[in-house]
């Protein structure tokens, strides 16, 4: 039976306090102690409870969080000698910002395709801002910590949902009928709208469509049998460089599984396969018969 290696990885911020034990003098560590108390005052006033034990008590460990996630970031390939001497030359307040400034950051970018007005509220950016924080920078010092793996992941998740975002938006604002304004965003209905009236070809550009729109994109294809790879490179063609991506992976995706493109040329009752595009287009999709 073998055993099993658990690598020790506390909070960036102790083990840089580790290293202190190594070197003479008091003043370096006292200064240190002093500015880490003040910004667990200021971090139990803003986000805990600067009144309670609990309170100061989960600010001392967002503290230790926060300044740690500023290490990392500061000096990503360098070690806790270089952390040390980082926080005696900058400042444990300089890493804490640091470190804030990734988690509001992150925070500002969407966590999900469906986009409303709410989401520029203030109060509800505040209550984001605080709750991606806490869940980020919650790191007890003796514990391991795996704040910055989950930084990193929350970050690439959503940065790949920004550039669906503004692949939606940039269809949304080459509509052929006119810019669509709604600030209410179903990003993925966008596209899938935008790919499924492209197999009609002519490089048409659909972000919001109706049911009567739809019944003649039906017809025309059962009836004129449109070469849909051809309609799919003539809107690429149209699409700029930093949405491609988003869209060629869409096209490949909906080449294989959309029910709307596979069924469109058979008999199926146009009354299903609207029910089948209101799965893939949701709020963009206007269901009243005009």
């Known amino acids: 039976m073998q055993v099993a290696i658990v690598e020790e990885k506390l909070p960036r911020l102790v083990r840089a306090i580790r290293c202190l034990a190594a070197r003479e003098g008091g003043d370096e560590a006292t ?6 108390a003040g910004i667990t005052a200021m971090v139990a006033e803003k986000f805990t409870n600067d009144r309670t034990a609990e309170g100061i008590g989960r600010a001392y460990f967002l503290t230790v969080g926060g300044v740690s996630l500023g290490l990392e ?10 952390a040390l001497d980082f926080l005696i030359d900058h400042g444990a307040e300089h890493a804490f910002q640091a470190g804030f400034r990734m988690i509001r950051d992150l925070s500002a970018l969407p966590e999900d395709s469906l986009v ?15 709750e991606l924080f806490v869940d980020i920078c919650n790191a007890d010092p003796g514990q391991n910590w795996s704040g910055p793996e989950r930084y990193e992941l929350q970050y690439k998740q959503r940065k790949g949902v920004q550039a669906i975002v503004h692949a939606a938006g940039w269809l949304r604002r080459h509509h052929y009928a006119g810019p669509v304004l709604d600030p209410d965003l179903n990003a993925e209905g966008v596209i899938a709208l935008a790919i499924i009236f492209a197999i009609e070809g002519g490089g048409r550009i659909v ?9 003649r994109l039906v017809k025309s294809v059962r009836k004129n049998k449109p070469d849909y790879e051809a309609g799919w490179a003539a809107l690429m063609a149209q699409v700029p460089a930093q949405h491609q991506a988003v869209m060629a992976e869409r096209i490949a995706s909906y080449r294989e599984h959309c029910t709307v493109i596979q069924k469109i040329r058979t008999r199926t009752a146009m009354k299903t396969l609207f029910g089948e595009l209101e799965n893939y287009a949701g709020s963009e999709l206007d269901a009243d018969y005009s």
């Open 207 to 215: 972000a919001r469509t109706g049911q009567k729109d739809f019944e």
């Open 73 to 82: 970031h500061e000096l990503e390939h360098e070690g806790d000698e270089a």
């Open 116 to 130: 409303g007005e709410y989401d520029l509220d203030p109060i509800y950016t505040q209550r984001r801002l605080k």
């Open 31 to 36: 200064m240190l102690a002093d500015e880490l």
